[in-house]
C-alpha cells in the first residue's frame, strides 16, 4: 500500500489518541470482499444453498456477504452479469437500509454512481414508488443506469444532473433523500489506494464546501416529515460532524434522528464538532478496527416543519395504443399475455413508466422505467433491460444455460450459440435459470443481442476462483 499522507497520520493520531495504534494497524490487514444479493431474483434462503463461493454473513445488513477478495472474483461469475448480487464494500451496506424505504414512496439518492445505494434501495421498494438516481458526472451515470439495468429496478429514473436543478425541479416532492457525498475518501485508503494521492487539508475542506451546497438543494426536494441520510467514506470531522452541525444550525426545521448502533457501529464525535453539541452521537461511524468494513460516517434527519407543498406534475401516459400494436404482439407470443402497462414512446423507443411517473420534461434522463425496446420496420426488437427484469416462468421461449458450462460465457463474448429444437424467434437466454439476454433464434443459431457496450472483450475467459 502506499504511504499515508504525513498530515493524515498526525491529524489521525490527534484525534483517536490511544486507539491510533489499533486502527493504524488495520492498513496492514487484508480486508473482506462484500456482496448484497439482489431479493428482487433471489432469496437468502436459496443463496446460501447455491452461492458458487463460501461467504459469512455481514452482521450489520440484511442480505449482506463477506467474501474472500484474496481468493475469488464475483465480479466474474454469470451471476454478477445476470444481476443477483452487487459488489459492495461492506461497511457502505449499513448506509441505505436507514431510509426506511417501503414500496411505493418517492426516494432521490442525489450522488448515486456507481449504484450500490440506488440498488439496494430499488430493492426495499420492491418496484413500487419512484427511484430518481442522479449523478453529476456523465461517464459515472451511465455506469450507474447500467447498474440498475442489470439489478432489473422498474421503478428507477437516471438522471445526469445538478443538486441545483434537480432542486428546481422537484420542489418539496421527496419522501426520502439520500445524500451519500463526494468526499475525500479517507475511509477507502485500504481499499483504494488513489485517493491517498489526492488528500491534502485543502481537499478536505473543498470537500466541506461542495458537501454543505449538495445539502443545500436536497433540502428543498424533501416534503414535510420526510427523511434524509447524509452519509461519507471519510472520517474528517470537517466533513461529518461540522458538517451536519453547520447544516442543523442552518436548517432549524431539520431534526436529528438517533441511528440505532449494533455491535461495532459508535456513535459520532460531538467533542470534534465546533459546538460540541450532544445531539451529534446520534449520528453513526463505522470505524475499519472496530468491524470487518472501512470507514463511514452517517446522520439521519427529519424535516419537521411544514414545507411548500409539491406541484411536481406526473407524466401523460398515451391513451392510444394502436402504435404499440407490434410490441403487443411481441408480448402475446413471449408472455401470452399483457405485462406492462404504462407504455410510452420516445420516437421508435419504448418505455414502461411506474406509476405516477413525474414529468421529466427539461432534465438529462439516461434511463426511465424499463426500456422496453425498439419498434422497428414491420417488428419489435426487445431491450436488455427488458430481459433483465423478467423471470424465467414469465417467458415461454427460454434458452437455459448452466453455469458450470461454457456457453455462457461465448454468449457475454457476443458469439452465437448453437440452437437445435429451438423455434424461430426472440429466446430469453437465462444461466441457471437467471435471465443474462436476448437472443434471436433463425433456423439453427441463436444470433446474439448481448449489448456490445456489456461484452466481455478479454481473450481469457471469466474465472471466479483466483
Ligand atoms: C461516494 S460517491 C457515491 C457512491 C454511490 N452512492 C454508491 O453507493 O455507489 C459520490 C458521488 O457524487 C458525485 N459527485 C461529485 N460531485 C458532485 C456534486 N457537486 N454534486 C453531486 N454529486 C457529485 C461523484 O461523481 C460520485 O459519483
Redesign the pocket.
Known amino acids: 500500500m502506499k504511504k499515508l499522507p504525513d498530515g493524515f497520520v498526525k491529524k489521525m493520531n490527534d484525534l483517536l489518541k490511544d486507539e491510533a495504534e489499533d486502527f493504524f494497524a488495520t492498513y496492514k490487514e487484508t480486508r473482506l470482499g462484500g456482496l448484497r444479493i439482489n431479493p428482487l431474483k433471489i432469496q437468502s434462503e436459496q443463496w446460501e444453498k447455491q452461492s458458487p463461493f463460501p461467504l459469512k454473513n455481514i452482521p450489520f445488513v440484511e442480505n449482506g456477504y463477506y467474501y474472500s477478495l484474496e481468493k475469488y472474483e464475483p465480479g466474474k461469475h454469470p451471476y454478477h452479469f445476470a444481476g443477483v448480487y452487487y459488489i459492495q464494500e461492506p461497511s457502505?451496506m449499513f448506509v441505505a437500509p436507514l431510509l426506511d424505504v417501503k414500496p411505493g414512496e418517492k426516494v432521490l439518492?442525489?450522488?448515486?454512481?456507481?449504484?450500490?445505494?440506488?440498488t439496494q434501495i430499488g430493492a426495499s421498494l420492491k418496484q413500487q414508488g419512484i427511484l430518481v438516481a442522479n449523478?453529476?458526472?456523465p461517464k459515472?451515470a451511465k455506469v450507474l443506469s447500467e447498474n440498475v439495468e442489470r439489478f432489473g429496478l422498474q421503478n428507477a429514473i437516471v438522471t445526469n444532473e445538478?443538486?441545483e436543478r434537480l432542486a428546481q425541479h422537484f420542489p418539496s416532492y421527496f419522501d426520502k433523500i439520500i445524500v451519500?457525498?463526494?468526499?475525500s475518501g479517507e475511509g477507502m485508503f485500504r481499499k483504494d489506494p488513489e485517493a491517498i494521492e489526492y488528500w491534502s487539508e485543502q481537499h478536505v475542506l473543498a470537500c466541506q464546501k461542495?458537501q454543505m451546497?449538495?445539502l443545500d438543494a436536497a433540502v428543498q426536494m424533501l416534503r414535510e416529515d420526510g427523511i434524509l441520510v447524509y452519509s461519507t467514506?471519510t472520517f474528517s470531522p470537517e466533513e461529518n460532524e461540522q458538517v451536519i452541525e453547520r447544516f442543523l444550525d442552518q436548517y432549524p426545521n431539520m431534526e436529528l434522528i438517533d441511528i440505532e448502533k449494533g455491535k461495532g457501529i459508535e456513535n459520532g464525535r460531538p467533542e470534534w464538532s465546533r459546538t460540541k453539541r450532544e445531539e451529534l452521537k446520534k449520528t453513526a461511524r463505522l470505524w475499519p478496527h472496530k468491524l470487518d468494513g472501512e470507514g463511514h460516517f452517517v446522520a439521519k434527519m427529519k424535516k419537521s416543519a411544514p414545507a411548500p407543498s409539491s406541484d411536481v406534475k406526473t407524466f401523460k401516459i398515451p391513451k392510444n395504443k394502436k402504435p404499440f400494436h407490434l410490441y403487443f404482439e411481441f408480448e402475446r407470443e413471449m408472455f401470452g399475455d399483457r405485462m406492462f402497462s404504462n407504455i410510452v414512446n420516445f420516437g421508435n423507443v419504448l418505455h414502461h413508466l411506474p406509476d405516477y411517473c413525474p414529468d421529466l420534461t427539461g432534465l438529462k434522463v439516461l434511463r426511465a422505467g424499463v426500456h422496453l425496446g425498439e419498434l422497428k420496420k414491420n417488428r419489435f426488437e426487445p431491450n436488455h433491460a427488458l430481459g433483465l427484469t423478467l423471470k424465467k416462468e414469465q417467458v415461454n421461449h427460454v434458452l437455459e444455460l448452466a453455469s458450470d458450462e461454457t456457453n455462457w460465457i461465448r454468449y457475454i463474448k457476443g458469439e452465437t450459440l448453437p440452437a437445435k429444437d429451438l423455434k424461430n424467434g426472440w429466446t430469453l437466454i437465462t444461466v441457471d435459470g437467471f435471465p443474462l439476454g436476448w437472443g434471436k433464434v433463425v433456423q439453427s443459431i441463436i444470433k446474439n443481442y448481448y449489448p456490445k457496450g456489456l461484452r466481455w472483450m478479454k481473450e481469457n475467459i471469466p474465472v471466479v476462483e483466483k
Open positions: 457502505a439518492d442525489l450522488c448515486a454512481a456507481p449504484g450500490g445505494k440506488t449523478e453529476i458526472h459515472r445538478t443538486p451519500d457525498a463526494p468526499c461542495n451546497n449538495i467514506c
